[in-house]
């Protein structure tokens, strides 16, 4: 935009324009007119009318003089008005406040042809009128621009501020000490105006000239009009920097919001890696180190540490820390109570703390540094803090203090489940252990007890043979009281020895088959013979105890993979129980069939029911647990250990099959299941998931 409106003239052009035309005019009249006869004056422009085209007439001095007073009013007026709008047309090209009024000072110092004009902005705040522009005709003049005039005490500010105008015809005659100094450097006559925005003073406009006498109407009518142009113009100004500074305030704002934002995105995303890393840990160390190496990486700190506490919370040792510039501390105890002791106290009310140490007591050798100390703490109480140290002041701000807290409470979760998990492996170590000494136990009791018990058996035969030969015992020929006392004593003898020989087998092939070392043979069974073979002594039993034992067995059932001898131990055990827990009169079912596995393989299951016995639910989970004994059943009436069911599930697992339990409507069954070839399809071990 062009500066100057009125192009490459002299700053006065306008003055002179104007002196020029008023000029040749008069010449021109002069030549026509008898001198001292007439004056020549413009009309008055209409607003339609440029100022240029001007129509001069002449008027006779022998005419009414009022008419002349009317033709010289209107004459200075347009004068006043084309200054006026030279002036404004000026100083409206720009906005910056500074290259305005140094503009309006310099136009109204050559259009009004004064020594000095001074524009000076009131600061109220600072109790001060400071000069902001200022022309001087003699630039060897002393200049007021460095100098700040005071508000208090001051009779010329007091005027200005009550929106006078002020016209001093005689600089010499100020007495104040304020504005004496300023009478000196510029004597002469003085018109000070005050400049009024929305109410208020901004600031004062001042005309100096060295005449003295004081300034005329028409002279301070245009100055006026001049200063309420500058006026508006200084208001424009300040509305646009205004604008210009809103606009600035708003684009920081969606900045440091966009930033904001940015930084919280990163935030978030840098959170959720840290704790997946935290939570996917089991080991308290390596949660630590995680936390503390991400931290530092991320936000880019000096040193960062981990300290955990001890139960009671009077000290703190340093667990963890990464740190480029910082002597190592890893391994440190801090005393709590001596140590930082009004920040420990914080942290121990589950507060972060921000401050500036000028010495630490982990790192005595370090400079001063912004230190943030959080907590790492549950609903159980706080279990430890991390330490961040940052240089030069730098403080940490809100999101970055909230992702320190939010990593804190990750470490917090996941320090108390590795502690948990740490608590639950010790109490299975020690179980196992105990479990193990019990084995140990078991095993050398069975040891032991299966030499003495072998010998009762022999003993107990060598008798009966003895007995036999005495004839003590009964002749089915020749029955006697006495022989059936004998044989029946040697009967529970029998019995018992043979009951105890059964329990001690049992627990020492349950020891074998929890040890793996219990040794299986692998053969072809057929099903069928074999199950027809395997129930037929139970027929017997179940017909002696008044119980119905029903048979039913698919015809083609194919060769099965299995170990003859657990296979038979596991069905005799389970028809055993059978017959001995279900009542008179009641059902056992052994039913044996094939189920589809796969397309090449089938599943061979055996099924013994019993009806009139059920077992509920909470105890039927525990039914294959070692020495368990169901509670409702008399252990005098039915004798056993609770290792028959333990030792079906082992030997099944053993060859590869599976067994569960089902108990519901008076009724309980046990199912084996066991793999089986397809029809056609070459015999192999198969093992069942």
């Excluded at 910056?96 to 000072?105: C, F, G, P, R, S």
């Amino acid at each position: 935009m062009n500066s100057d409106p009125f192009g490459t003239s002299s700053k006065s052009s306008v003055v002179r324009e104007l002196s020029h035309q008023r000029s040749q005019k008069s010449q021109s009249n002069e030549s026509e007119h008898d001198p001292g006869t007439v004056l020549a004056a413009p009309l008055q422009p209409t607003k339609r009318q440029p100022c240029d085209d001007i129509d001069w007439i002449s008027v006779p001095l022998s005419a009414d003089g009022n008419l002349l007073l009317v033709q010289e009013s209107r004459l200075l007026h347009m004068d006043q008005e084309r200054l006026v709008g030279a002036i404004a047309q000026r100083i409206r090209h720009t906005l910056d406040l500074n290259t305005l009024v140094a503009i309006a000072a310099e136009e109204l110092g050559e259009l009004l042809h004064v020594d000095r004009v001074e524009i000076v902005q009131y600061l109220p705040d600072l109790g001060l009128w400071r000069h902001v522009a200022e022309y001087r005709r003699d630039p060897t003049a002393s200049s007021f621009m460095q100098q700040d005039i005071p508000d208090a005490n001051n009779p010329l500010a007091e005027q200005l501020k009550q929106f006078e105008f002020i016209q001093v015809g005689n600089s010499s005659t100020i007495n104040d000490e304020i504005n004496q100094q300023f009478a000196q450097a510029s004597p002469g006559s003085w018109l000070l105006l005050p400049l009024k925005i929305e109410g208020t003073v901004w600031g004062s406009l001042s005309l100096m000239q060295h005449r003295i006498g004081g300034w005329q109407a028409s002279e301070i009518e245009l100055i006026r009009a001049a200063a309420d142009q500058l006026a508006i113009a200084i208001q424009h100004s300040q509305l646009y920097q205004k604008v210009q500074q809103l606009n600035e305030e708003l684009e920081q704002t969606v900045r440091k919001r966009t930033n904001q934002l940015s930084q919280s995105l990163a935030n978030e995303s840098s959170l959720k890696r840290i704790t997946d890393k935290v939570r996917d840990s089991l080991d308290e160390s390596h949660i630590l180190e995680t936390a503390v190496e991400e931290l530092a990486t991320l936000l880019g700190v000096d040193c960062c540490d981990t300290g955990l506490y001890n139960e009671s919370r009077d000290t703190c040792t340093v667990a963890y820390e990464h740190t480029s510039i910082f002597p190592s501390a890893q391994g440190k105890t801090i005393d709590m109570a001596t140590s930082h002791q009004e920040i420990y106290e914080q942290l121990l009310c589950c507060q972060h703390v921000q401050f500036c140490s000028l010495k630490s007591d982990v790192y005595p050798d370090v400079a001063a540094h912004t230190i943030l100390a959080c907590p790492i703490f549950d609903n159980q109480g706080v279990l430890g803090d991390l330490w961040l140290f940052r240089a030069n002041a730098q403080i940490f701000d809100d999101l970055e203090v909230r992702l320190v807290q939010q990593v804190a409470n990750q470490c917090a979760i996941a320090i108390r489940q590795a502690r948990l998990y740490q608590a639950a492996q010790n109490q299975v170590e020690a179980l196992e252990h105990i479990n193990q000494l019990k084995d140990n136990f078991l095993s050398t009791v069975s040891h032991e007890l299966r030499t003495p018990i072998a010998t009762i058996k022999m003993a107990i035969q060598m008798l009966t043979l003895a007995l036999g030969r005495e004839g003590l015992l009964p002749d089915p020929q020749k029955p006697s009281l006495n022989t059936n006392k004998i044989a029946h004593y040697l009967k529970i003898l029998n019995d018992e020895c043979n009951r105890e020989i059964g329990l001690i087998t049992d627990l020492l092939d349950l020891q074998k088959l929890e040890a793996g070392i219990h040794t299986t043979t692998i053969q072809p069974i057929e099903p069928k013979t074999y199950l027809q073979r395997l129930l037929r002594p139970f027929q017997e039993q179940a017909e002696t105890q008044g119980q119905i034992l029903h048979i039913e067995i698919a015809s083609d059932l194919p060769t099965i993979l299995s170990d003859p001898q657990s296979l038979e131990r596991i069905l005799v055990e389970l028809i055993s129980n059978a017959c001995k827990y279900t009542p008179l009169g009641e059902t056992i079912t052994v039913t044996a069939s094939l189920s589809p596995l796969s397309s090449k393989t089938n599943i061979l299951a055996i099924k013994v029911s019993n009806s009139g016995v059920e077992i509920s639910p909470d105890q039927l989970v525990q039914i294959f647990d070692k020495f368990y004994r169901i509670p409702n059943n008399d252990p005098h009436r039915h004798g056993g250990t609770g290792l028959g069911l333990a030792l079906v599930k082992k030997l099944v697992l053993q060859i590869g099959g599976k067994v569960y339990a089902e108990s519901s409507s008076g009724q309980t069954s046990f199912t084996v299941e066991i793999p089986a070839t397809a029809p056609g399809q070459p015999l192999s071990r198969i093992h069942l998931t």
